[in-house]
């Protein structure tokens, strides 16, 4: 099966300097690679995602991108600011031999942004 | 509103007493999903459903289970809780387009507690 890594655990950074979270996944059969955000005691919600045959996406202050050679992906948040304190989750999506797909996450993220 | 709506959102029970944890979703999602989460250990998924009667073990189905009768319901059961499955549990449904999961619904969570 897929086995997803992600680090730093935790990582504190700066009002307006900008935070990157780096995922390696196992699976080079893995197609669509989603980031979500959880906020203190909130349900996880989805704030970008890519499939594999794109290398870079950007939402505003949010990019993810993707090597698919070396099998990882990065999520960079630039400018950040209190409001992006969370914790975020990494996940790889693969299509198993029978069909069916299956969504493994990543350990999490703990994002500080210091005021 | 769409969303997936999970109950309880907490409860307290003692080891060996049957429970269920609704899960239901109002978007006509095919794909529906529980996951446990532990510091630490991010999101793990227990059980998954790709469609009505179709169901799959995730990464840690032990003391667990499930049924998918209807499309908008997906029930968690354990029959017999014991304190290791002391834990916050979510209910997530998506689309599942070809391909690649579509974005993951999460309901508000439930926070159980087994003494």
């Known amino acids: 099966g897929e086995n997803v890594e992600q680090h730093p655990s935790t990582l504190s950074v700066q009002e307006g300097d900008s935070a990157v979270i780096k995922c390696t996944y196992s699976?080079?059969?893995?197609?669509?690679f989603p980031w979500y955000k959880q906020e203190l005691g909130k349900r996880p919600q989805l704030i970008i995602d890519?499939?594999?045959?794109?290398g870079e996406k950007k939402d505003q202050r949010i990019a993810v991108t993707l090597n698919k050679t070396a099998k990882h992906f990065s999520l960079h948040i630039t400018e950040t600011q209190p409001e992006d304190s969370a914790v975020y989750f990494c996940?790889?999506?693969?299509?198993?031999?029978?069909?069916?797909?299956?969504?493994?996450f990543g350990t999490g993220t703990r994002l500080t942004i210091i005021p | 509103e769409a969303q997936v709506t999970q109950n309880p959102r907490y409860l307290i029970t003692v080891t060996g007493k049957k429970l269920t944890v609704t899960c239901s979703q109002n978007?006509?999602?095919?794909?529906m999903s529980w996951y446990r989460q532990d510091p630490g250990l991010g999101l793990r998924q227990i059980y998954y459903?790709?469609?009505?009667?179709?169901?799959d073990k995730g990464d840690v189905p032990e003391g667990y289970k499930v049924s998918r009768k209807e499309k908008r319901n997906f029930p968690l059961i354990l029959e017999s809780p014991s304190p290791n499955q002391t834990s916050l549990y979510f209910c997530?449904?998506?689309?599942?387009?070809?391909?690649?999961?579509?974005?993951?619904?999460f309901g508000n969570g439930t926070r159980l507690t087994v003494t």
């Open positions: 459903s790709m469609n009505v009667e179709v169901t």
């Open positions: 997530a449904s998506s689309l599942s387009t070809v391909g690649g999961l579509s974005p993951l619904h």
């Open positions: 978007m006509n999602h095919e794909y």
């Open positions: 699976d080079s059969a893995s197609n669509y």
């Open positions: 996940a790889a999506s693969l299509i198993s031999n029978f069909g069916n797909e299956k969504l493994t």
């Open positions: 890519i499939r594999s045959n794109v």
